[in-house]
């Protein structure tokens, strides 16, 4: 803004355009911050070059973003599991919400229940544990648990093998062309099985249906997975809203589920 002369009339144009621009993603902006790195403004503290300007200031828009994460519904994804003193122990880093021991838990896409019988951290045992913590755990069953399992409660994301997604593409994707679909630690092989609409990154304005995705179109896809995948509609709070597409060890696409 320093480069405006802080002028307000500049900031509402700008907002106005960057609104316009996103409308056409379906996505809608959560705050619109004039801000001017050199001196601070609006980033720690509000700015006096712009008393004009009534909002919040950056850190505490972030702040409010990710603030009280550990009353989410709870999302743990199994990292792996380890032979501790002849005990099964699962580990992972809780993405959201808590966990108490004795809890009822659901186990996705196992599509399956258990408790928490133990909490480990450090060697130490817990009885709770909450978001951004990485723990170890045991389920009073442990069968079938393993890698890519999302431990969750109370309420469930879905879990399908058909997803509905849109994706901005860092090479070229074809339709029926095999990849690695991957969430959070979930991962299978998929493909894209029908493309809907495609986007020109720059313009946005929309281009013609193919069979093909070049480097940069954003598109509208349908993927599906070999393997069921728990997934949530991409809100910016949910971790199984959001994936990767890779292929031969390198990524191909980023996406938000739809």
């Not at 973003?65 to 880093?93: S, T």
């Not at 913590?133 to 069953?141: A, W």
């Not at 991409?234 to 597409?245: A, N, P, T, W």
Request: one cysteine or more; proline letters at 3%.
């Amino acid at each position: 803004m320093d480069s405006v002369s802080f002028a307000e009339s500049r900031f509402r144009k700008t907002r106005q355009e960057i609104y316009e621009y996103f409308k056409k993603l379906n996505l809608e902006p959560k705050y619109f911050i004039p801000i001017s790195a050199n001196q601070g403004d609006n980033l720690f503290r509000i700015s006096k070059n712009m008393e004009w300007y009534i909002g919040l200031t950056l850190i505490r828009a972030l702040n409010t973003c990710f603030k009280d994460k550990d009353n989410w519904a709870l999302r743990l994804p199994v990292q792996d599991i380890y032979d501790v003193d002849k005990e099964n122990v699962a580990v992972g880093k809780i993405i959201s919400g808590r966990l108490a021991k004795g809890e009822e838990i659901d186990i996705l896409p196992l599509n399956k229940k258990s408790k928490i019988k133990k909490i480990l951290s450090f060697d130490r045992n817990r009885l709770s544990a909450g978001a951004p913590e990485s723990i170890g755990f045991v389920l009073e069953d442990m069968g079938n648990l393993n890698r890519g399992q999302i431990i969750c409660k109370p309420k469930l994301p879905k879990v399908v093998s058909s997803i509905v997604a849109k994706i901005f593409c860092v090479r070229v994707l074809s339709i029926n062309e095999d990849f690695t679909f991957k969430s959070l630690t979930q991962e299978t092989t998929a493909r894209i099985s029908r493309i809907m609409n495609i986007w020109d990154i720059v313009s946005l304005e929309p281009k013609s249906r193919q069979e093909t995705l070049e480097q940069t179109d954003v598109a509208e896809v349908a993927i599906d997975t070999k393997n069921p995948v728990a997934v949530e509609s991409f809100e910016g709070q949910s971790s199984l809203g959001r994936f990767v597409i890779e292929k031969d060890g390198e990524i191909c696409a980023i996406g938000m589920i739809c």
